[in-house]
């Protein structure tokens, strides 16, 4: 089953759904779509969200720093749904597998290996990154950092070439998604690894199996299990919705259909937000294996009473 394609909604109000399934973010790559997260977060509210896996992409920050301001923007939208009611958990992935280290919560996020939702229907849902039934990544790690750097060299080849050839009004035809789509086939086939998933969902008494880690949004039975990838948000904008009912929405989303980052309700974020959000990328960003200079602790706010 191919995720649906939604039709534009009412950014007048946020739409009230129960959970909401995301993977793949890629903070610390140049090509990690947070602008568009923040826009597809701004319309709605649930009452669950889950980051699977890969949010930050601790090995993309280790070859070269980059966090720009914006990044914040989207920091202080979770942080503000979190404070709001919606509870926020996040598993790790392999990009930021450092923090299975460090399992607990940080702030308002809860972080575990992996977790079961238990849907509105009663239905229960592994949610697990899944690079731990990847045989090349628990096997020969160097391999798939090689692969990584060679992934963002053709993500940015593909740029460039874009570029160039809407110039000329041709349609571009990225080779980074079709050389991810076969090297994932091949990890798939060789490691057995939704077989295995699917496997250990059926272990921890689940019906549905939701995973990320290959970068492609799919949403089929296995079996007797329902097994959802969640796709990316550097190439593909998909995730999961979970609605009051418990039906699962597996949904992406084109550029056309993702407003100007200046819609946003918190693209005027307050310098007090902006500081929190900080603060908590520090927290998380501990034990990456990078030197960073975002700031720990928000600066104090000066009295008025002087």
């Not at 920050?61 to 720009?68: G, T």
């Not at 919606?86 to 597998?97: E, L, M, S, W």
């Not at 593909?236 to 084109?254: F, K, P, T, V, Y």
């Amino acid at each position: 089953m191919c995720p649906s394609t939604p039709n534009p909604p009412d950014h007048a109000s946020e739409q009230i759904v129960r959970s909401i399934f995301i993977s793949d973010l890629h903070l610390g790559s140049r090509f990690s779509r947070s602008d568009d997260l923040l826009v597809f977060l701004n319309r709605y509210r649930p009452t669950h969200l889950y980051l699977v896996g890969d949010f930050i992409d601790a090995w993309a920050l280790q070859r070269q720093w980059h966090w720009p301001d914006r990044y914040h923007q989207l920091i202080v939208r979770v942080i503000e749904l979190a404070e709001n009611g919606t509870t926020v958990f996040y598993t790790p992935g392999n990009h930021d597998d450092y923090l299975r280290e460090r399992l607990r919560q940080i702030d308002s996020v809860t972080l575990e290996d992996e977790f079961v939702h238990t849907g509105a229907d009663g239905r229960r849902m592994l949610v697990i990154h899944g690079d731990q039934f990847d045989d090349v990544e628990t096997k020969a790690r160097w391999l798939s950092k090689v692969g990584s750097a060679f992934y963002d060299a053709m993500l940015l080849g593909d740029r460039v070439i874009g570029i160039g050839l809407r110039s000329v009004g041709l349609r571009p035809r990225p080779i980074s998604h079709r050389v991810k789509r076969l090297v994932k086939k091949v990890v798939q086939r060789i490691s057995g690894f939704e077989k295995r998933l699917v496997h250990h969902a059926g272990q921890r008494d689940c019906q549905i199996a939701i995973c990320g880690h290959l970068h492609r949004p799919q949403d089929r039975m296995l079996g007797a299990t329902r097994y959802i990838n969640l796709g990316d948000w550097v190439e593909n904008a998909s995730a999961l919705l979970e609605h009051s009912d418990g039906r699962l929405e597996l949904i992406q989303l084109n550029h056309s259909e993702l407003l100007p980052l200046s819609h946003s309700k918190v693209a005027d974020a307050e310098p007090a937000q902006l500081a929190a959000a900080e603060a908590w990328a520090a927290d998380l960003l501990v034990g990456g294996g990078f030197d960073h200079p975002l700031r720990a602790v928000p600066p104090a706010v000066p009295s008025d009473r002087g």
